[in-house]
């Protein structure tokens, strides 16, 4: 079969290589849809992962292994059910369209019994889905809705981060929100959060494209921070009172910092964005201290992949899609690199 390889650090090649043995516990599917995420860059350069600061407790922090042998890029996918291994207990079917989770959690750790299973221990190593076939363990695998297209299932992994972040976020109904990023995460967490409540949305984004689908999905008010005031336009739009909840989904930590300025008394400021490693912010700490505010990071989805399901089929994702064939993978990361397309997905 043919897959997106990690040929060295930062080197992507399209290789033909064996198919991935069905094992008993596991389901083997065909890829429909493999969609390339914010991350898979830096996976593919090797900078995701960093030691705690000097004086932290618990580092360095575990990042997801892939499987041994060949590398295979990927973690958002949908598919066909192709072969189900005799010990799986599940109701599923040859020919079913499925989405999948890419790491499987081992359930026994101190994390896992403890209600964070996105920091298991012992979690298995993913399986890059940036080929024609993969095979997931059962528990991986998620049956989608027999009307929903498999370029849209592909999206039931981001989605479930978007779904986490909104959580964490606490959104209320009569909320006002800032989301700084309108990638396929911001934009996601935009028809999320207005559908748990969000009454006041404004999204901050240079990409005028980007900008055109928040006000599509529901944004009141968009601004390209490059070019337009955007503390003057969020204090007109807040009345001067800032923001119940701000959401940052660029991985840029100049704006993980503003949000905290923009942000009403008592509110919650959340780092939704993958950031660099080898960074640190300066807070204003008795700003922070005198408006009571909450600042949380996102890791993952713990828990997340059903009601993301449940909600997949609500939302306007078709826009959001730019398919690439699989044997042009290199082109389609190049593609990423500009920014202006907002999802793209590899066709096997």
Request: hydrophobic share 45%.
């Given at each position: 079969m043919k897959a997106a390889v990690i040929k060295s650090p930062g080197v992507l090649e399209v290789q033909d290589i064996p198919e991935p043995v069905c094992e008993p516990d596991?389901?083997?599917?065909?890829i429909a849809y493999a969609g390339i995420c914010g991350s898979d860059p830096k996976i593919l350069e090797g900078t995701v992962g960093a030691a705690f600061p000097p004086g932290a407790i618990g580092g360095p922090l575990a990042v997801t292994p892939m499987r041994p042998g060949v590398k295979i890029l990927g973690h958002e996918a949908s598919g066909e059910i192709v072969q189900i291994g005799k010990d799986v207990k599940g109701d599923f079917k040859i020919g079913q369209h499925v989405a999948m989770n890419f790491r499987k959690t081992c359930g026994g750790c101190y994390y896992c019994q403890n209600k964070m299973e996105h920091f298991c221990e012992r979690v298995t190593p993913f399986v890059g889905v940036m080929a024609e076939y993969g095979s997931f363990k059962e528990s991986l695998v998620y049956k989608l809705p027999e009307n929903l297209p498999l370029d849209e299932g592909?999206?039931?992994e981001p989605l479930s981060i978007a779904v986490h972040a909104v959580d964490i976020a606490k959104v209320?109904?009569?909320?006002?929100?800032?989301?700084?990023?309108?990638?396929?995460?911001?934009?996601?967490?935009?028809?999320?959060?207005?559908?748990?409540?969000a009454a006041k949305v404004l999204v901050s984004e240079p990409v005028a494209e980007k900008r055109a689908l928040a006000k599509r999905f529901g944004a009141d008010v968009t601004v390209d921070p490059l070019n337009e005031d955007l503390l003057a336009i969020c204090n007109k739009f807040t009345d001067g009172r800032g923001f119940n909840v701000c959401i940052e989904a660029t991985g840029i930590t100049a704006l993980a910092r503003q949000l905290i300025l923009l942000s009403?008394?008592?509110?919650n400021i959340v780092w939704a964005g993958v950031y660099p490693g080898n960074k640190d912010i300066e807070l204003p700490i008795f700003y922070m201290y005198s408006k009571e505010l909450s600042v949380h990071s996102v890791k993952l989805a713990p828990y997340s992949f059903p009601r993301a399901l449940a909600i997949l089929p609500k939302l306007d994702l078709k826009p959001m899609i730019?398919?690439?064939?699989?044997v042009d993978a290199v082109k389609a990361f190049e593609a990423h690199k500009k920014a202006k397309d907002i999802k793209i997905m590899l066709k096997p």
């Open positions: 596991e389901i083997k599917v065909k592909a999206f039931l209320k109904v009569g909320d006002s929100v800032i989301i700084t990023g309108g990638g396929p995460i911001g934009l996601l967490i935009l028809q999320v959060a207005i559908k748990a409540g009403e008394r008592c509110g730019t398919v690439y064939p699989l």
